[in-house]
């Protein structure tokens, strides 16, 4: 299994309502390092159906600026769908939103 297959495997493992961020989601698939690497993973992410990219904020719990779907709006749309609340400024509260990663 390359890479990109490890991280679209973790983040297809996020729950509805829950957030991860790119270190996290690094970490998950073997290596912290990559943070980066998730980031392309995720803007090149083959099935948006399947694999929840949109569940991925960075380390503030900050939408991203270009998500692929769509823009920063439809990540915000598709979170808030989840039920998660995003404020005006497309940020998450990590405290409550954070996936475990169980």
């Not at 890479?3 to 270190?23: C, D, H, L, Q, W």
């Not at 390092?33 to 900050?62: K, M, Q, T, W």
Request: charged share 25%.
């Amino acid at each position: 299994m390359n890479t990109f297959e490890k991280i679209y495997e973790v983040v297809k493992r996020i729950p509805k309502g829950r957030v991860a961020t790119y270190g996290q989601i690094a970490a998950l698939a073997g290596n912290r390092r990559l943070s980066r690497v998730v980031g392309y993973a995720l803007h090149v992410n083959p099935d948006p159906e399947n694999i929840p990219c949109y569940r991925v904020v960075n380390r503030f719990g900050e939408v991203s600026k270009a998500f692929a779907f769509g823009g920063e709006n439809m990540q915000i749309t598709l979170l808030r769908a989840d039920g998660i609340e995003v404020s005006d400024e497309g940020k998450v509260d990590l405290d409550t939103y954070l996936w475990d990663g169980k």
